[in-house]
Structure formats: structure tokens, C-alpha cells
Nanobody, 123 residues
């Protein structure tokens, strides 16, 4: 079983930055693709970004391309999401998720989930 714990959320003004972290335990972190999803009130959970087990492949939603950067440090069992130029529409609970090896944009294909961290962007 893999446990995931997100941190780094908070309140930021539009145009600001935040870095989210996702610490993993209980499994071989380097065997898992890691992803970030988000869910705003009244909306479905949506894909944000993912990185493959090696970190060589990354994927981004069109809405965050050029603003967000996903990375991972397998020596620290941690994945990150650097979020720059934040917009009010980025406000949501951000979840990290893990699945073996390959990335996917489909939430149901991820086996493990964190409890989420709130990101609020004020205008």
C-alpha cells in the first residue's frame, strides 16, 4: 500500500506562486507514475499534470501549460507541482495520485490518492 500526503497549499494572490509537495511512503516510489488532479466546488475532478516513473515523460492539461511544472525526486519519495502565474480559476483542492509506471489523464486509473490540499487564488 502506498500512502500519499500533500502539502504546500494555501491562499495566494493572482499572479503568485505556490509549490505543492506529495510525500509517498509504503511502496517503491520509483515504480509509480505520479499525477496531480484538482477539484473545484461543484465540478468534477480534473487532470492537471503527471510524470512517469522515471520522470522522463511529463504531461499537462492545456489550462496549466507554461505555468505549472511537475517534478519528482525519487531519492526523497516526493513529487512536486510548481505553480506560477496563478489565476482565480486555479482555486481547487489539489490531489496527488499514483499508478504503476505510466502516466494517464484518467482519475480512475490511479490506484492511490492523497487527501488533498486546498489552493485558493484571490483576484
Amino acid at each position: 500500500q502506498v500512502q500519499l500526503v500533500e502539502s504546500g497549499g494555501g491562499l495566494v494572490q493572482a499572479g503568485g506562486s505556490l509549490r505543492l509537495s506529495c510525500a509517498a511512503s509504503g511502496g517503491t516510489f520509483s515504480n509509480y507514475a505520479m499525477a496531480w488532479f484538482r477539484q473545484a466546488p461543484g465540478k468534477e475532478r480534473e487532470f492537471v499534470s503527471a510524470t512517469s516513473w522515471t520522470g522522463s515523460t511529463t504531461d499537462y492539461a492545456d489550462s496549466v501549460k507554461g505555468r505549472f511544472t511537475i517534478s519528482r525526486d525519487n531519492s526523497k519519495n516526493t513529487a512536486y507541482l510548481q505553480m506560477n502565474s496563478l489565476k482565480p480559476e486555479d482555486t481547487a483542492i489539489y490531489y496527488c495520485a499514483a499508478r504503476p509506471f505510466r502516466t494517464s489523464q484518467t482519475p480512475s486509473l490511479y490506484d492511490y490518492w492523497g487527501q488533498g490540499t486546498q489552493v485558493t487564488v484571490s483576484s
